[in-house]
């Protein structure tokens, strides 16, 4: 060694493992020249793998931040393409974020994973049924929908929630809607079907039929 501070090193074994902090600190003989080194190393793998773990963490974080600001930017540039007044903008853009908000609630819920569709539309058409249950019925199979997804489904069934209050089942009193889903194949690959006409009301308009994959 050509210095006589000592010399602290993180090092790590082939397999990435376990980590230590090498510590090398030189000792003189009697005529003060330097004649060996002591080595220590400190096992320091705990505080590493939780660093690793943080840094996962912020990456992860920071992906959802973009691709949620990417989402909103989507939405916000919908609405004003189809905004007849700023009023008009306002209600739409507001409505249409509450429904991203309630969605990305249920994600954080599942700690971002895999959501139940039936409890998707459950939150996303509450607000429309005025928690009156007995104005919703879901029929169908189990399905879990990635984050991503579920937060485009989220705001299309707010979409389409909208509209049966406006025009369909839910701009009566009396009116309900059901809403009935299977998985089919679609051109070779599995793809959520809804089934029938997913309204019933005693006047107004079907909701479209759609295929989601």
Request: charged share 20%.
């Amino acid at each position: 060694m050509t210095t006589t501070k000592p010399v602290e090193l993180r090092v790590s074994t082939r397999d990435g493992a376990t980590h230590y902090q090498m510590r090398l600190l030189p000792y003189r003989a009697e005529n003060g020249e330097v004649s060996g080194v002591l080595a220590t190393f400190f096992d320091i793998s705990q505080p590493v793998r939780r660093e690793q773990q943080l840094q996962t963490v912020v990456q992860e974080l920071n992906h959802r931040v973009r691709n949620l600001l990417a989402v909103v930017s989507v939405i916000a540039r919908q609405t004003v393409h189809r905004g007849q007044s700023p009023e008009d903008f306002g209600a739409s853009f507001l409505g249409r974020i509450n429904a991203l908000s309630r969605a990305h609630s249920l994600l954080a819920r599942q700690r971002w994973g895999n959501v139940a569709l039936a409890e998707l539309l459950r939150i996303e058409l509450d607000p429309h049924i005025d928690g009156m249950a007995t104005r919703l019925q879901l029929t169908g199979p189990e399905i879990r929908l990635r984050p991503k997804a579920a937060l485009v489904v989220g705001i299309m069934i707010r979409e389409l929630g909208t509209n049966a209050v406006r025009h369909g089942a839910l701009s009566v009193p009396d009116g309900r809607i059901a809403v009935a889903w299977d998985v089919k194949t679609v051109e070779g690959a599995p793809a959520l079907v809804p089934l029938g006409q997913i309204r019933r009301s005693s006047r107004g308009g079907a909701w479209p039929r759609r295929v989601w994959h």
